[in-house]
């Protein structure tokens, strides 16, 4: 099993603090890599940073705020500077605000598109630019969402900002495939973590995605850590520009 190991490797995951990011960096600990947590300051990060170092790996916390766009470059160029370069990326930050497509402003239109997809091209450029100057191959992991192949009501900005990430994980991996970098997007079904709670406890959202689940469950930010791992890890370098559903089934059915 030692094509699913991840020694040596040092992870950069943003979004780190909590949900799907924070469970995602534990599995590439897990596996032997070392994280690089970057979110927002708080309480949060440090206490993910607290878990991957109990165990036994180097956690670093990074602070960013993905929407400042033009100071990307230059934050990763420090992030090198300090901890080194990442051999692994994980794009796990995201966003969104709802409202019905007539009514949606185009502030709530801009912190969808920049958070969720013009910032994740910022990081992954920056990513690229990085490992082409040393040499060296490398991993992309866009976590990606539903809306990359179906809509919900309310949701115009969120899935035309996941659907075009979808198709950008596509683009990057044709571009710097003859580059070693491979790059793929993982797409939870419907997550359990501290920002989808008020889904999970409405006892009527709640029902309608174990019906519509045919695994019948919310997922959690643990099923979603062991498909980064295989995505990250050697056991996968025949495989790029790919999207993998980590759905319960969800997009299997109607």
């Not at 949900?19 to 995602?24: D, E, L, M, V």
């Not at 115009?156 to 900002?161: G, V």
């Not at 006892?203 to 990250?232: H, M, Q, S, Y």
């Amino acid at each position: 099993m030692n094509s699913f190991r991840l020694d040596r490797r040092l992870a950069l995951v943003t979004g780190a603090s909590r949900g799907i990011g924070c469970g995602i960096a534990r599995a590439l600990a897990g596996a032997g890599a070392d994280i690089l947590l970057a979110a927002r300051p708080s309480p949060d990060l440090e206490q993910a940073a607290a878990q991957i170092r109990a165990l036994g790996r180097r956690a670093e916390t990074c602070a960013v705020d993905l929407h400042d766009i033009e100071g990307i470059p230059a934050w990763f160029d420090e992030v090198v500077r300090q901890h080194g370069r990442p051999d692994i990326l994980v794009n796990a930050a995201g966003t969104t605000r709802r409202a019905p497509a007539e009514s949606l402003t185009m502030e709530d239109w801009n912190e969808n598109i920049t958070v969720n997809l013009t910032a994740v091209f910022a990081l992954c450029q920056a990513f690229a630019r990085h490992s082409i100057a040393a040499g060296a191959k490398g991993k992309i992991i866009n976590i990606a969402s539903l809306m990359v192949a179906a809509a919900r009501r309310t949701n115009s900005a969120y899935a035309a900002s996941k659907g075009g990430l979808g198709q950008l994980t596509k683009a990057l991996a044709v571009d710097w495939a003859d580059k070693g970098i491979l790059v793929n997007a993982i797409t939870p079904g419907y997550i359990a973590t501290k920002l989808t709670e008020p889904l999970w406890t409405d006892p009527e959202f709640d029902a309608w995605v174990k019906k519509r689940t045919p695994l019948g469950r919310w997922g959690t930010p643990e099923d979603l850590g062991a498909p980064a791992v295989f995505l990250a890890a050697p056991a996968s370098d025949f495989i790029t520009g790919q999207i993998l559903f980590v759905d319960g089934g969800w997009i299997s059915t109607f």
